[in-house]
């Protein structure tokens, strides 16, 4: 390989105390200005149910030529314990700090959108660079060749007519950051929810041309209908100056919000388990809470798709029968019974 690849993850541990306290302040000031769209202020989006841990082995078990992973967080840091010493080795955590030096006065920020504006300015980082969310995992063997041709980002995705669909915020994104490339609704070009790629000299050279556009666009804290999503800029400014290619045969699968929080355990265990289909290589559980809940198989599925073993469950003590409380239907039946027998009796 001539030149190295990189990943990014953006992360938070949403359960976080001294994170939820800042961030519910900001939230309130925040409301006091506008209000704020419901994709802006969803709590889901900073939930934590260490999906970065089965990410970061997927990539190790799919793509080990990897050089280094970055982990990009607001003061924070995953426990990585659980992690082989080789696979840790190459992580590193980077401050959102480092990323907004000279723009500090906009944070903190609780926006997926504004870091993605900033990401490429990581110290160190490579040139080529794959952007995962932490709920993006690798299910097939894949090389360089997957996601770069030479320097030229290989894009996933499909050509899009948005004319008179609903807009939610992510499409709305994602479409401004099209019309502000000169293209229209109905010849968008949508990129799939799975691991992005990226080459960082891309968006540099376009903000380094546009300063404007970058302030504006990381100064926001919560997620805003006017601001661009620097993951279709890249695709779109790329297109017509031959710096991307694109890639619209399906190697990918997206288990959606919908369907994660549909209730229906059967259609959830179907879309799981076609992560497993040898030609799917990336995937994405858009909601891993909700999946869990509803379909007690989901982690199963999961780790069976990335091909690693799921973590054994320590063994229940002996005696832990007898300690447990018993559930308010056992106490209900009990309660009855009782009733019965003394109403027999008299």
């Known amino acids: 390989m001539d030149q190295p690849i990189d990943v ?30 419901n994709s802006g202020k969803a709590t889901r989006r900073w939930e934590n149910r260490d999906e970065i841990l089965l990410c970061l082995q997927s ?24 992690l082989n010493v080789r696979l840790r080795k190459k992580i590193a955590i980077v401050d959102h700090r480092e990323i907004f030096r000279g723009f500090e006065q906009y944070l903190p920020t609780f926006n997926s959108l504004s870091i993605e504006t900033v990401l490429w300015r990581i110290k160190g980082l ?9 709920d993006f995992f690798l299910v097939g063997d894949l090389a360089p060749e ?15 007519d948005w004319t008179g669909s609903k807009f939610s915020m992510y ?33 540099e050279a376009y903000y380094d041309q546009h300063p404007e556009v970058l302030e504006k666009n990381l100064s926001h804290r919560f997620r805003e209908h006017s601001q661009l999503s620097s ?33 229906d355990a059967e259609l959830i265990k179907q879309k799981l388990t076609a992560l497993q ?52 239907l056992f106490r209900a039946k009990r309660k009855l019974f009782k009733l019965l027998k003394l109403k027999k009796r008299q």
Request: hydrophobic residues 35%; positive net charge.
């Open 8 to 37: 990014v993850i953006a992360w938070v541990d949403g359960d976080d105390p001294a994170l939820k306290a800042k961030k519910d302040r900001f939230l309130a000031e925040q409301q006091q200005k506008q209000k704020l769209s």
């Open 59 to 82: 990539i190790e078990s799919h793509a080990p030529w990897v050089r280094k992973i970055w982990i990009v967080t607001d003061n924070q840091s995953p426990d990585l314990s659980s």
């Open 126 to 134: 490579a040139d080529r660079y794959l952007y995962f969310n932490d």
């Open 146 to 160: 997957d996601f770069f041709e030479g320097d030229k980002p290989v894009i996933r995705g499909r050509w899009t």
């Open 171 to 203: 499409r709305r994104n994602k479409l401004n950051a099209a019309e502000a490339m000169g293209y229209t609704i109905d010849n968008v070009f949508s990129n799939a929810h799975v691991a992005y790629t990226f080459n960082k000299k891309i968006l």
């Open 231 to 263: 993951i279709s800029l890249q695709t779109h400014w790329g297109i017509p100056r031959d710096l991307v290619v694109l890639k619209t045969q399906k190697d990918w699968l997206n288990v959606s919000v919908g369907v994660c929080q549909s209730g």
């Open 277 to 328: 289909k040898p030609k799917i290589k990336l995937g994405c559980i858009n909601d891993l809470a909700a999946a869990q809940e509803t379909c007690p198989e989901t982690l199963e599925l999961l780790h069976r798709a990335i091909g690693i073993e799921p973590a054994k469950k320590k063994p229940r003590p002996d005696n832990a029968k007898q300690h447990r409380p018993p559930s308010s």
